[in-house]
């Protein structure tokens, strides 16, 4: 057992946010040796149900749940920041050329180890991340994500069209590498794969229907994807799939809309898209610097209210900007700003936290696994230092409510404010939880 003394935050069943300003966490292993929450609360109420825990006090830290990323693609870290006129020249001309490099295990290592630093220094500790057709791509994600014993999804891209050399696959083949890989990797420690057709254009018939037929042989394997990200990409999936009702239900069409399937982007749709993903339980990963950076268009939080399907908040790195979960939360908060929520204001900050926390886990099927701290959630949680910059430091010391402190820290913040990413342990064979600094209050 394991106990942590700090400012603490977390989500309660409806959504909203408790915040202890002098908490306790008390992390040790279930029946079966898993690191999870054992307890929270406030210092004063239940730090004498631990006598003899050693606490590591850190005055001044606030204690939260690891940031969830419904939506990156881990091959993506060296496409960020590639300006383009929409997304199509955008794949053509930084995309594929750089996936192409991960036919090579070496890159792909160094690319994963890399990736996992930068998503840990940001307060990332999930994320359900595209890797590029090749399967040595998802082989070099897994085993740095089992190394460091992390709560990770992905899968090899699907492409067998309109795709050029060196990221296209062979229908079959790929099919086949789909299943070994979900075999291979699927359930292993806290790791999940996702069938990964990169977006209808990209792929024929006969792979979305091999795909659809995977997601119905493994039912808790997840499936991401592409859709309605952009005009032209949407004009140009309605002419190759004429006989679909639209773009999205291409995806239904072939099996490929259920629980645990996550799409991103899910901005030109209608009310009859909207009810499709309520109605099969899929989920959207809402990708806000992206869409601004790529120029898409906006995500209509409203519409997705009045219809109620479920979504959250994504970086979609290298359309997006940053992996940041601060410059997430921020983007997100702006394009609610403009007039695309019910109120007619922008998302309180508690929402936008949530979407990219608890809801982002909830989109995913991992309500009360990770996203939250919990009793019983999974012991993955940062640090934050408030103090981290002058300016952080004063305007978070004049904050009068929680709103005002989490809206310093998301407008502010960066990758300076996470002091550390705390990951748990695993249990036996998975034993030794890691963590990116050493927690230190000095
Ligand atoms: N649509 C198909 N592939 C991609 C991709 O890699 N990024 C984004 N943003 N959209 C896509
Ligand atoms: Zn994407």
């Known amino acids: 057992m394991k106990c942590f003394r700090a400012a603490i935050l977390r989500f309660d069943a409806d959504h909203n946010a408790v915040y202890e300003q002098d908490g306790l966490l008390a992390v040790g292993p279930d029946a079966i040796g898993r690191e999870i929450v054992q307890a929270v609360g406030s210092y004063n109420e239940i730090a004498n149900q631990f006598p003899g825990v050693a606490v590591e006090h850190m005055p001044g830290r606030i204690i939260a749940p690891g940031f969830v990323d419904m939506h990156v693609h881990y091959p993506q870290i060296d496409v960020i920041g590639s300006p383009a006129s929409g997304l199509l020249p955008w794949l053509e001309n930084y995309t594929f050329p750089q996936e192409s490099r991960y036919a090579d295990a070496g890159h792909s290592a160094e690319a994963a180890t890399f990736f996992f630093d930068e998503l840990l220094r940001n307060g990332v500790t999930t994320a359900l991340t595209f890797a590029t057709s090749h399967p040595a791509s998802v082989d070099a994600f897994f085993s740095e994500a089992a190394r460091r014993r992390l709560r990770m999804i992905s899968g090899k891209v699907l492409q067998d069209r309109h795709s050029p050399d060196g990221v296209r696959d062979q229908t079959q083949q790929s099919l086949l590498d789909t299943e070994a890989l979900i075999q291979r990797w699927h359930g292993q420690g806290r790791l999940g794969y996702a069938i990964s057709p990169r977006f209808a254009p990209s792929c024929t018939d006969a792979q979305l229907r091999g795909a659809g037929e995977l997601a119905a042989r493994y039912p808790d394997v997840w499936i991401q994807s592409h859709v309605a990200e952009n005009k ?18 291409v995806y239904d069409g072939f099996g490929l809309m259920r629980q645990r399937a996550v799409y991103a982007h899910c901005i030109h749709f209608d009310d009859n898209d909207r009810a499709l993903m309520r109605d099969t339980g899929a989920a959207a990963a809402v990708s806000p610097t992206s869409n601004l950076f790529l120029g898409s268009g906006f995500f209509d939080y409203a519409g997705a209210d009045r219809v109620g399907f479920r979504y959250g908040l994504a970086s979609d790195v290298g359309g997006g900007t940053s992996l940041c979960p601060f410059h997430t939360m921020l983007a997100a ?49 940062i640090v934050l230092n408030p103090q981290a910059t002058p300016l952080l430091a004063r305007r978070t010391q004049s904050a009068d409510s929680l709103d005002e402190l989490l809206f310093a820290m998301i407008v502010l913040g960066d990758d300076r404010l996470v002091q550390c990413s705390v990951i748990a342990d695993y249990g036996p064979g998975y034993a030794g939880g890691t963590q990116t600094a050493a927690i230190s209050t000095v």
């Open 232 to 249: 032209d990409e949407v004009a140009w999936a309605r002419s190759l799939f004429p006989q679909a009702r639209s773009y999205l239900a």
């Open 333 to 381: 908060y702006y394009v609610g700003r403009e007039g695309h929520t019910k109120s007619g204001l922008s998302l309180s900050p508690r929402q936008l936290w949530w979407q990219h926390t608890a809801g982002a886990a909830r989109a995913l099927g991992l309500d009360g696994v990770v996203g939250n701290l919990q009793p019983g959630c999974e012991a993955d949680f």
